[in-house]
């Protein structure tokens, strides 16, 4: 009898456990436990002496880049700038080896949450072989150490799907609403001024911006801008006064990416216009011509 294999390149994914999303006992246990996982201070005035927070947003955008390019699972990349700032928040470490300590989050996140975690090789090449396979996989276990083996951390991804089953959203726009909740958060954690709120915290905030966002008020009194924000604040036992800041600043902080954005497009612009200037200067004037001394 021949066997139907059914395995492939492309990473399988589990459906949701509905028996997990409608027990509210998940969703309390969740809220219960995830300031175990928040960095023990804010580290940049206390722990880190030779780190600034723009190096920080730097190499959070690099692994970013890294996660999208790889495809990874949508939960990598936020654990692994929880195991960061975790890690940072209780030694002191030097710029030299930020980017190395970035490489190491992420293939720690990749090996909890990936069928196929990222590989060693793949890793130092994305650092410009700036860093060997030897000093990875040491750092890994200085990390774990570090972390006191606490990997399995709750992150604003565990609460997505349990604040859109307690919201009144239309069923043709759930994906809409949960990729760009996600988008929000991987923006948030770019952002090291949002990494010491707690997860439940992003996650509304992030579900809050996204659903005012795509204005589905429009169809849905309920889901108007301070409706919305009461019912996101008793879905998750926060504060409204909180959760309303809390999403203003993840709006602040998409503004400032947006523009970010579009000062770097206009650059490459003016650097594409001076160059292909330059190049026609070069194909119309002859060297020859223009090295004469007269």
Known sequence: MELLCLESDAALKAQPDPNILYDDRVLQSLLTIEDRF???????QRVQKDIQPYMRQMV???????????????????????????????????KSHLQLLGAVCMFLASKLKENRPLSVEKLCMYTDNCITARELLEWELVVLG???????????NDFVDHIIRRLP???????MVRKHTQTFIAL????????????????????????CGLQLCHTDQRLSRDNLTDLLAKITNTEVDCLRAC???IERVLVISLQR????????????GNKAREQQDQSSTPTDVRDINL
């Open 38 to 44: 928040l960095p023990q201070c804010s580290y940049f």
């Open 60 to 94: 959070a955008g690099w692994m970013h880049e890294v996660c999208e390019e790889e495809k990874s699972n949508e939960d990598v990349y936020p654990l692994a700038i929880n195991y960061l700032d975790r890690y940072l928040a209780v030694v002191p470490t030097r």
């Open 146 to 156: 570090k972390l006191k083996w606490n990997m399995a951390s709750v992150i604003p």
């Open 247 to 249: 999403q203003e600043q």
């Open 169 to 175: 959203l239309p069923k043709d726009k759930l994906a």
């Open 188 to 211: 948030c954690a770019t952002d090291d001024r949002l990494a010491m709120n707690p997860p439940s915290m992003i996650a509304t905030g992030s579900m809050g911006a996204a659903v």
């Open 261 to 272: 954005g579009q000062q770097c497009s206009r650059d490459m612009g003016v650097r594409a």
